[in-house]
């Protein structure tokens, strides 16, 4: 037979709600802070956290050997680099190998070590030719990204203007740069313009495509929250969608800076005084294959090198961004 509770029995309370609630990958908090610049200044509550991301503080540190297997499998193991420098050390000496026992002409494939004694001798001028060229990639590859960039934020902010932009954005990607750099050239001579100009249009349409995609690539949750406390639209742009967009921005990048030295030498092969395209055009036409192979082989590294600082600049750019934990 069942009691009914008296008076001095303590009656249970309903327990409160939680103080955080976690929407899939989403933790939103109920608590009202002062927000630091978010849209017009006014006090916002506290909104969505990217568990993992910008936004989370409060993510459990990885153990010592757990945090370096997760760094080594994102940079790699001392033993890839050099199973790397191995296989390109074999392919060296199996060209070297087919070149001297085929008995090929050194005007048609030169050997390794021929190509080597070129660039030892031409130091001198691929050293400069180079700097020119990696300056003009550097250049087109700025005016081209902040284009792309920009067109992305416009089209962010005002969604009619996609289907103009991207059709612009498609033409002038279709438009071979085998046919615009002569253009370009007779326009604008035979200086440094014609080539930045090249290099920006063919490195601005990966970053107009990555930077779009990333600024619509925030979770809808975190959205729908700005917009349940009328945050403004500059607001929900530089809280979520612009720290959202950053992993885009930098694939873009690893695809435009090769490109970029690609596109320069391009356009200095159509015409020009100087660069790494002026030293490749002028081995051609003399039928001088181990100075080409050394032109080609400069080019190479530095597309190397290039690729590797934007790798360095995202990781040291991106270090508050939490790894994703492996499994």
Same mark, same amino acid.
């Given at each position: ?8 029995? *303590?009656?249970?309370?309903?327990? *409160? ?70 296989? #390109?050390?074999?392919?060296?000496? *199996? ?30 001028? #691929? *050293? ?40 612009? %954005? ?5 438009? &071979?740069?085998?046919?615009?750099? &002569? ?6 001579? $035979? ?9 920006? #249009? ?37 809280? =979520? ?6 992993? !885009?921005? $930098?694939? /873009? ?18 015409? %020009?005084?100087?660069? @790494? ?5 002028? /081995? !051609?036409?003399? @039928?001088?294959? &181990?100075?080409? $192979?050394? =032109? ?32």
């Amino acid at each position: 037979m069942s009691r009914a509770p008296t008076t001095n029995q *303590a009656t249970a309370a309903p327990e *409160a709600p939680a103080a955080s609630a976690a929407i899939g990958t989403v933790t939103t908090g109920t608590t009202a802070e002062p927000s630091s610049g978010v849209g017009d200044g006014r006090s916002w509550p506290a909104g969505p956290a990217v568990v993992g991301g910008a936004h989370d503080t409060g993510s459990t540190p990885k153990s010592g050997q757990a945090a370096k297997a997760t760094e080594w499998s994102r940079r790699g193991t001392p033993w890839s680099a050099l199973a790397g420098v191995a296989l #390109l050390g074999v392919l060296v000496l *199996a060209w070297e190998v087919a070149v001297v026992v085929s008995g090929v002409p050194e005007w048609i494939v030169p050997a390794p070590t021929a190509v080597g004694r070129a660039m030892v001798d031409n130091a001198a001028t #691929l *050293a400069p030719a180079a700097m020119v060229t990696l300056g003009e990639a550097a250049a087109g590859l700025l005016i081209g990204s902040a284009i792309g960039l920009a067109a992305a934020v416009a089209i962010t902010f005002v969604p009619r203007l996609e289907r103009a932009i991207l059709s612009v %954005a498609l033409l002038a990607k279709s438009t &071979p740069i085998i046919a615009v750099a &002569p253009i370009l050239t007779i326009w604008f001579g $035979f200086g440094h313009a014609p080539k930045v100009l090249v290099t920006a #249009l063919l490195t601005f349409f990966p970053m107009l495509v990555n930077a779009l995609e990333g600024f619509r690539s925030v979770d809808p949750s975190i959205t729908d929250w700005f917009h349940s406390v009328d945050a403004p639209p500059r607001a929900v742009f530089r809280h =979520a969608r612009w720290p959202t967009s950053w992993p !885009y921005l $930098f694939a /873009a990048l690893k695809v435009s800076a090769p490109l970029a030295m690609v596109a320069a030498v391009v356009a200095e092969w159509m015409g %020009a005084s100087s660069g @790494l395209g002026r030293s490749m055009w002028l /081995a !051609y036409t003399n @039928l001088r294959m &181990p100075d080409l $192979f050394a =032109a080609v082989f400069v080019l190479t590294a530095l597309s190397a090198l290039v690729f590797q600082a934007v790798v360095v600049l995202e990781r040291r750019a991106m270090a508050w961004r939490a790894p994703t934990p492996t499994t």
